[in-house]
């Protein structure tokens, strides 16, 4: 079992950057890969990010390659997402997610989930 939550979400102007951060609790969070999905109201988690147990292997939606950076620190049970260059949208709720299975795109893929921290990106 592992219980997620996520800081650092807040109100930043376009072009700006936040380090979003997601505190594991559990003895196995170095087994888990991880990822970052997004939502809006009205519409569908959308896929970020997502990292492998031990960090070696990323992935990411081609919307935030080259401004995003997901990585983890296993001896802190806690991962991240750097966001840099930030767009009107990349306003969302931000979740992170822990899946027995793999560090695949899809929502059904993860088993446990953290509460969301949100995002707001003005322009």
């Known amino acids: 079992q592992v219980q997620l939550v996520e800081s650092g979400g807040g109100l930043v102007q376009a072009g700006g950057s936040l380090r979003l951060s997601c505190a594991a609790s559990?003895?196995?969070?170095?087994?888990?890969?991880m990822a970052w999905f997004r939502q809006v109201p009205g519409k569908e988690r959308e896929f970020v990010a997502s990292?492998?147990?031990?960090?070696?292997?990323?992935y990411y939606t081609d919307s935030v390659k080259g401004r995003s950076t997901i990585s983890r620190d296993n001896a802190k049970n806690t991962m991240y997402l750097q966001m840099n260059t930030l767009k009107p949208e990349d306003t969302a709720v931000y979740y992170c997610?822990?899946?027995?299975?793999?560090?695949?795109?899809?929502?059904?893929?993860?088993?446990?989930w953290g509460q969301g921290t949100q995002v707001t990106v003005s322009s």
């Open positions: 997610a822990a899946s027995v299975y793999g560090m695949g795109a899809h929502a059904y893929e993860y088993n446990y």
């Open positions: 559990g003895r196995t969070f170095s087994s888990y890969p």
């Open positions: 990292i492998s147990w031990s960090g070696g292997s990323t």
